[in-house]
């Protein structure tokens, strides 16, 4: 399986991507054929192996693979399968799959990172960071990757009169974050208007 391009495929069954995969379920080997076809693609980028893929993730597959096949995909085509699994519920299982599949530098789109700041908004005002310690020490390096425009939305959260050490501690980290990015956009912004 290894050996066989993935462009072999179609050409020999002349089938798209999506229903080879489909066509993979019904056979007796499933699970070679998919581990096969993700290690060539990981090897050698086609996006759509890795939309037919990432259509029908197997539930056995960890989701750590999912994300090095997203960030074989153009930023716009990743958000889309983000876009399905955003929630307060399933925030912190998404945010490490964000980070894994955007390279350094690399800033989430003005709508997705609006998607994302309102979520995490919810996650802190139904109180989830209280006992969920996972997502509160990834929401500051969520705010590193979110598009400026959203940012705003995170500055004076509700905070709980009776909240941990730990969590006033990743609050008033991820406000400092929030700030620091704000007066880096500002200078930014500002540098830009007086070069001539």
């Given amino acids: 399986m290894r050996q066989v391009p993935l462009g072999w495929w179609t ?5 798209p991507p999506a229903e080879l995969r489909r066509w993979a379920d019904g056979t007796d080997w499933t699970d070679a054929l998919l581990r096969g076809w993700r290690e060539v693609l990981l090897a050698a980028p086609d996006e759509a192996w890795c939309e037919a893929l990432l259509d029908a993730w197997p539930k056995a597959w960890p989701e750590a693979d999912r994300g090095a096949l997203l960030a074989l995909l153009p ?32 800033t989430l789109s003005a709508p997705f990172s609006a998607t994302l700041a309102a979520t995490m908004c919810e996650a802190v005002d139904r109180g989830t960071l ?9 929401l500051p390096d969520a705010a590193c990757l979110l598009h400026t425009s959203a940012l705003p939305a995170l500055r004076d959260l ?39």
């Fill in 11 to 15: 050409q020999h069954t002349a089938t």
């Fill in 75 to 106: 930023l716009a085509r990743r958000e889309r399968h983000w876009q399905r699994g955003v929630g307060a519920d399933t925030l912190a299982a998404l945010l490490p799959q964000v980070f894994a599949a955007c390279p350094a530098g690399e």
């Fill in 130 to 138: 209280q006992q969920d310690w996972t997502l509160r020490s990834l």
């Fill in 158 to 196: 509700p905070r709980a009169a009776d909240e941990s050490p730990g969590l006033a501690d990743a609050m008033r980290t991820l406000a400092q974050t929030v700030e620091l990015r704000l007066a880096l956009d500002t200078l930014s912004s500002s540098s830009h208007a007086t070069t001539p």
